[in-house]
């Protein structure tokens, strides 16, 4: 197994060796979006893509103001996180199978209502597959069984503490499933109720694990939430770029230029790593596969943070309101958070407000 200096070289070069082909790859697939989209009257893909394909109740330009929000706000805190000790004391110990499903159960069990039915409910009829294997496909996720109305739970664990966030965040999703029998929402509201899990849990492991552990996994889930935020909306931003250049204006050298770019805006860049900065755009498989679909992530986290706010300010007060939110009446993330009383994602201040959260958890 390859580790240090000669693993970086390795990598190194197999990216300058497949770079071109998948730049090839990679701009066919815009020049043929871009095609459609024009030939179903949208203006752009990226239009398309927004109001068709992820029916969202907001445009690309409030997405790109948001973006510039994130650079102005979030990406400082985030610089800050890597230099301090917050992120430097992050550790990960081994958690098994049986300890992870224990520690979750008694996790929704503490939060009771709706939320403990549906935990039962799965592990009752053993609706779930949490095994460490290596032979499992390397991914986590909820899917619904028609034919036994009711969802199934898939996660890869890596055998370690971060599976409980992970293990919280896919039972969001069968929570939701099993409430709402499936029904369609789009994937921001989607993600809300998974990101909203997460988060809760970090209070609910109080007297569950040791309070030096409960401190560790608190960490983790605020340095990933400046993660999210930073890389995200780097990713967003990449692909908003891209498609408004055209297929005539791009080129492996275009595609590798920009991604270094963005990646020294967004603070995640370091010194004397230019080849792996700029070409790795390669290995995002939401580029070829799902184009528009990572701006998901940041804008239904802020609303999954004021359900974590609410639960800071009172116990309780955030389950509460996921709960409240679960059985929903609309199919979109806007329209379920304003029925809430939440606020918009795009409200003036919000990003700013996500990024002192961050800091007074990592920073103190």
Known sequence: ELEGDEYNRVMDLYYLQHNQEFAELYIELV???????????????????????????????????????????????????????????IYYDYLGEDELLQTLDAVVEKMGSDLSESFNFMAEHGLYDISQSTLKADISFQTYLTNYEAP???????????????????????????INYNAYE????????????????????????????????????????LDLYVQQCSFAEFESRVYALGADKLSAEVLNRLSLEL?????????????????????????????????????????????????????????????????????????TVLDAGLLSPFEAGRVQRIAELAADGLLG
């Not at 510039?68 to 230099?83: A, F, G, M, S, T």
């Not at 990646?263 to 700029?278: C, I, M, P, T």
């Open 152 to 178: 199934f739970l898939f996660m890869s664990p890596y055998g370690d503490t971060e599976d409980i966030l992970t293990f919280a965040h896919e039972f969001g999703h069968y929570a939701d499933a099993l």
């Open 263 to 335: 990646s020294r805006d967004y603070g995640y860049y370091e010194d004397g790593w230019d080849n792996y900065y700029a070409m790795t755009w390669s290995d995002i498989p939401h580029f070829f596969e799902t184009p528009f679909y990572v701006v998901s992530y940041p804008i239904s986290n802020d609303v999954a943070l004021q359900i974590y706010e609410l639960e800071q300010q009172r116990s309780g007060a955030g389950v509460e309101k996921l709960c409240d939110m679960m059985p929903r009446k609309f199919e979109g993330l806007m329209d």
């Open 186 to 225: 789009t994937i921001d509201l989607s993600e809300c109720y998974s990101q909203a899990m997460e988060y809760l849990t970090l209070f609910y492991l109080e007297g569950i694990v040791s309070e030096e552990e409960l401190e560790n996994i608190r960490n983790i889930k605020m340095f990933d939430t």
């Open 31 to 89: 020049d043929v979006r871009n095609q459609l989209a024009l030939e179903l009257g949208y203006d752009s893909y990226e239009q398309f893509c927004y109001e068709y394909e992820f029916e969202r109740e907001y445009s690309p330009r409030q997405a790109a103001a948001y973006f510039e929000d994130v650079k102005e706000y979030i990406v400082p805190v985030y610089k800050q996180v890597l230099l301090s000790d917050a992120y430097a004391s």
